[in-house]
């Protein structure tokens, strides 16, 4: 079996050498297109919120791409794995319905969020949280949230989409079969990246030389950059749609400027869009996302929750005082970017330095190229993320574990809430232990206490 050192596209003795200035967390665990790969792997479902926020809402996008950035750079560096950072979904479905929240009250909204969070997780409940849930009922979270993303991304693939009112606005009109955008287009993506990744687990364990087990390629066309290709093809197709977007670019960064929030717009903020987030944020971007991340690293220290809650707090109590989309972390990016190739801290910061480039150079003029993106193609990436969180599930052992994850992950699909599934899968495991508890035991234990104690009394009064 060949050796890792001996693979040019994995780092071997030599690159640990050449990179040993690198904080461990960013070093690559495989190759730089590996890890390339896995940058663009959380973007089917970035770019879909983040351009409908920005045609509907004004969102800014230039400040929004460099404070995103900035937040990849950071979580890259702490946690050494490909953490994701993503808009809040929740308070974006809100702001593109009829709600129609403004800048500053999307900006109240994820402030709200992070002093919840922040809250949560320096003072270690996010801890107790975490520690307390039983995991058929994370699981039903990850495997409805992977669902869900699934669903939309087969949407994205089969109908014509509409960003400017909403990031999942499918209009009644299917995709034509041929063109720049059409399903022979997207189908095409989906079949190479099926036949470059298979089935997302083409790693095997390999002895290198010092002796070491590393992970390594199984095939050769595993190695091929899948997600990466497929993402800068639809770059290019963008300027081929729509040769005159050249002409709407602007060049230098988006001005910085301070949101003025108000004390009525912290008022429907709070109510409109953060009482809905909260649930999701705590569940999917914390908890799914730690839990996650022990199963898809394990030779890594689990993540630490309280860690995890106080950085969504910190990131958002930064941006949104100017106008950057209130963000959070969530275990679909991670198990996109994971799907792709990433394996390291390296994945997001390459992500970080793409986004601040297109951030700086562009401003908000990006937005014309971004709505020329193929959708088709973003929904293809979308489906490979939602399918690699759904599979974190199955590693339910027992009928009665599987009968709690369904029941989560069924409610919050039906009522499209994860709170509403969280709440009723809780309530079933509760009612499954109480069945397991032997109450003839109990009610012979008690019966016998009393008897002690009485004829402890007895003693006492002959005494």
Known sequence: MASAAADPLLPGEGSGRLLGFLPSSIRLNTSVWSELGGAVGDLGTYIPIVLALSLASHLDLGTTLIFTALYNFATGLLFGIPMPVQPMKSIAAVALSSAHLTVPQIMAAGLAVAAVLLFLGATGLMTCIYRLLPLPVV?????????????????????????????????????????LDGLVLALAALLFIILATGSGDDEEDAVASDGTVVRRRRRSCSRVPAALIVFALGLVLCFVRDPSILQGLRFGPAPLRLVRITWDD??????????????????????????????????????????????????????????????????????????????????????????????????????????????????????????????????????????????????????????????????????????????????????????????????????
């Open 139 to 179: 699981r039903g979270v990850q495997l409805s949230q992977g669902l869900s993303f699934a669903f939309t991304a087969v949407k994205y693939v089969r109908y014509v989409q509409d960003f400017s009112r909403s990031s999942s606005a499918s209009t009644a009109a299917a995709r034509p079969l041929l063109g």
């Open 266 to 463: 912290f008022k429907v903020g709070f109510w409109e869009g953060a009482v809905p987030q909260l649930p999701l944020s705590v569940l999917n971007s914390v908890i799914a996302v730690c839990k996650l991340s022990s199963d898809l690293f394990p030779e890594r220290a689990e993540l630490s929750p309280a860690r995890v809650s106080v950085s969504v707090g910190l990131m958002n109590f930064v941006g949104c005082w100017f106008g950057a989309m209130p963000c959070c972390h969530g275990a679909g990016g991670l198990a996109g970017q994971y799907r792709f190739g990433g394996r390291s801290g390296a994945s997001v910061v390459f992500l970080a330095i793409g986004k601040l480039a297109l951030g700086l150079v562009f401003g908000n003029s990006f937005v014309t190229i971004l709505g020329q993106f193929p959708i088709g193609i973003l929904g293809v990436m979308l489906l490979f993320s939602g399918i690699e969180l759904a599979m974190a599930s199955r590693d339910m052992g027992t009928k009665e574990e599987s009968f709690v994850m369904l029941i989560c992950a069924g409610v919050s699909l039906t009522g499209s809430s994860a709170a509403l599934g969280f709440i009723s899968g809780i309530v079933l495991y509760l009612l499954l232990r109480l069945r397991d508890v032997d109450y003839r035991a109990l009610v012979g234990r008690w019966g016998s206490g009393r008897r002690q104690t009485g004829n402890k009394a007895g003693g006492d009064e002959d005494a």
